[in-house]
């Protein structure tokens, strides 16, 4: 079975922290996804990365940075959390076989 | 107007009765994934798929290419079939990104 895992299922920062979610692959997927998902607005894309080192911005990048230093793992930054940012965060991965998601972390900004 | 449009946002139904969800979508896809959230929890790809249809268990997912359209139907609904069902479309441009509809959340009654 692919996992995808992300490292708490549960965070509460307080405005000004840096926070780092970190997101975890078992099946050598090039393509990785941060989302964040908000009532009434679905899924939309932070951030992606098709390679190591590789990466792009997705529909709502602002307020966030990434990291791939291995394949295997792609990390989401928040250089300095606000409230604004409270929401579920997702990381999926994905080949031409599908789409593959992590538990998903609850972040509330406080 | 999203590229990703579900109807209905919520659906309430008795135990054993068809539900029936559509997606439109208005994007080039190579794919269409359904992808089902219980409360609290991550989420869950149930279907991928670019033509025809598609079953497993009471789970049914059809797509029709021409007219961008797929439903995902649950036959014989149980209460443990409540939660929130999301299609998504998959981009043909080869990086897998998902454009998705905002979910329909399924509430069965027993």
Not at chain 1, 27 to 54: A, C, T
Not at chain 2, 33 to 44: A, D, R, S, Y
């Amino acid at each position: 079975d692919v996992k995808v895992t992300q490292s708490s299922r549960y965070l509460v920062k307080r405005t000004g922290e840096k926070v780092f979610l970190e997101c975890v692959q078992d099946m050598d997927h090039e393509n990785m996804f941060w989302y964040r998902q908000d009532p009434g607005l679905g899924l939309r894309l932070i951030y992606f990365s098709y390679d190591v080192k590789m990466k792009e911005k997705g529909d709502i990048p602002e307020g966030y940075s990434v990291s791939r230093e291995k394949k295997e793992r792609f990390s989401l930054i928040l250089e300095s959390a606000s409230t604004n940012q409270t929401s579920m965060y997702l990381c999926a991965s994905g080949t031409t076989g599908g789409a593959f998601f992590g538990q998903g972390t609850r972040l509330t900004v406080v | 107007k999203n590229e990703v449009e579900q109807s209905p946002q919520n659906l309430t139904a008795q135990e054993g009765e068809f539900i029936t969800i559509n997606c439109s979508y208005s994007v080039g896809i190579s794919a269409l994934h359904w992808l089902q959230q219980h409360p609290g929890g991550g989420i869950v790809s149930l279907f991928m798929l670019s033509s025809g249809k598609k079953k497993h268990g009471r789970l049914i997912a059809t797509i029709n290419i021409q007219e961008k359209h797929s439903s995902l139907h649950i036959t014989a609904s149980h209460p443990r079939d409540s939660a929130v069902y999301i299609c998504a479309g998959q981009s043909n441009f080869g990086n897998e990104k998902l454009t998705f509809g905002t979910g329909t959340r399924l509430t069965i009654i027993p």
